[in-house]
């Protein structure tokens, strides 16, 4: 293994990636492993991250979810782990170095191994720690799951972040007990992955869109689930009325109006008119997700709360165990992560509005 590799680096906020030969991470301590990275991701956090919007320091290599093979294992990694030289794993950026002691790492419900992605002790991957835009990358082997092996990295990676944080808000308490399930932005890198998950979860799902790639990308996906796929209603919300969408498949008539709408919502664009409209979608004791975190403030009708009941909760990326609860159900379900892949050199095409946000997810293929 040679001692310098290439890597992606944020020198400058609001600046391409320097593109570089520097040292590569020296060989694992404690828990850690070295992974040689085959598949990263790119997320609109990264591109939230090097416009300087968030703030961690630089300069940092970025990319918080990504896939590769294990090359060497740190001298505290239990044998149980199953983390062998030339296994690969799938890495989300958090949480880097958990503490294990805290309240967050040690409150009922959390990983056996004290996993939190809320450790506030704990790493980033990509943001405060070097991530995966790089050959080599060091990373914790409490937060990475073995992946299957008939799944392929590319698809693996952007499940790292986008599949395990829309699987998570599906996994929800009060998402689970729901029935007719909305996804505002169903058609992006997150949305057309939850999409499947629900429709598999046997949900009456609701795809929203607003562009026509996306509405398209919906329609495709519908399609592929086949069977599942008829439980799948889909609305352009530019042509629709909230109205309408909220009544599909049930009963208008003999029905209080109070009942008619959806039981869950979530929401992934990062707009208020998007979070309006998912407002009156829902029926009176309905719950709004709130996925996206838009740097304004979103503003809630107290009167959505008080005279309909409905419930507002944010959902962050999973935990450990819903890594590798996903894991299995991707492969069961065979869901399928839309991916535009690109080689490492040309990462930089990435950026910018135009290239993400919808059609699927971006992804470097290191091996190209
Ligand atoms: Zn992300
Ligand atoms: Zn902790």
Known sequence: MSETQTA?????????YTIKQMPRPKDPRGQDILIRVLAASYCHTDAVFAAGLLSQGLPRIGCHEFAGEVVVVGPDVPSSRGMVVGRRVGVPGRAYHPCGTCFECTHPGQDEMGYSPYCPYAGNLGLTRDGGFQEYCLVDSRQVALLPESLPTTQAAPL???GLTIWSALQHERVKKAQRVGIIGAGGGLGHIGLQFAAHLGKDVFAINATDHAVELIRKV???LGEAGKRVQVSDARTEDPDVIRSKGQ???NVSPTEIGLDAVILLPESQ??????MKLLRNHGTMVVVSFPKDKLAVSAHDLVFRDITLV?????RNHQLREMLEFVVKYQVQVQVNTFPFDRLNELRGPTNHGEGGKLVIDMTL
């Open 8 to 16: 992606a680096v944020v020198e400058q906020f609001g600046q391409p």
């Open 160 to 162: 790292m972040c986008a």
């Open 251 to 253: 009963p208008v008539a």
């Open 222 to 224: 519908k399609t592929n």
């Open 314 to 318: 944010g959902s962050l990326v999973g």
């Open 273 to 278: 008119k998007s979070f309006d409209m998912g």
